[in-house]
């Protein structure tokens, strides 16, 4: 089993940042790969980042490329993303997530996910 704790979230204006953290916890937690996805009311969850745990190697979205990051801290078993120049579309729950491949971007791909954060980019 694997538990996910984000934090992070809040409220900023557009053009602003957040960062946002996930620490995570269980056993076997080597073998997942970490990612970020988000969700809107009434829509699906989004896939924005994730991360493969060993390598480093990343994965984003088109829609955050060039604005978010994603990273980890393996000595504190922590994942980031950190989000620059936030627009009001960026405005969602994120959800921290561990699953096999950081390639994956669909949200059945995954199988661990937190409670989520809120994020609302906002004037």
């Known amino acids: 089993q694997v538990q996910l704790v984000e934090s992070g979230g809040g409220r900023v204006q557009p053009g602003g940042s957040l960062k946002l953290s996930c620490e995570r916890s269980?056993?076997?937690?080597?073998?997942?790969?970490m990612g970020w996805f988000r969700q809107t009311p009434g829509q699906a969850r989004e896939f924005v980042a994730a991360i493969n745990w060993s390598s480093g190697d990343t994965s984003l979205a088109d829609s955050v490329k060039g604005r978010f990051t994603i990273s980890r801290d393996k000595a504190k078993n922590t994942v980031y993303l950190q989000m620059n120049i936030l627009k009001p579309e960026d405005t969602a729950v994120y959800y921290c997530?561990?699953?096999?491949?950081?390639?994956?971007?669909?949200?059945?791909?995954?199988?661990?996910w937190g409670q989520g954060t809120q994020v609302t980019v906002s004037s």
């Open positions: 997530t561990a699953g096999e491949s950081y390639r994956n971007t669909r949200g059945d791909e995954y199988r661990y």
């Open positions: 269980g056993r076997t937690l080597s073998r997942y790969a």
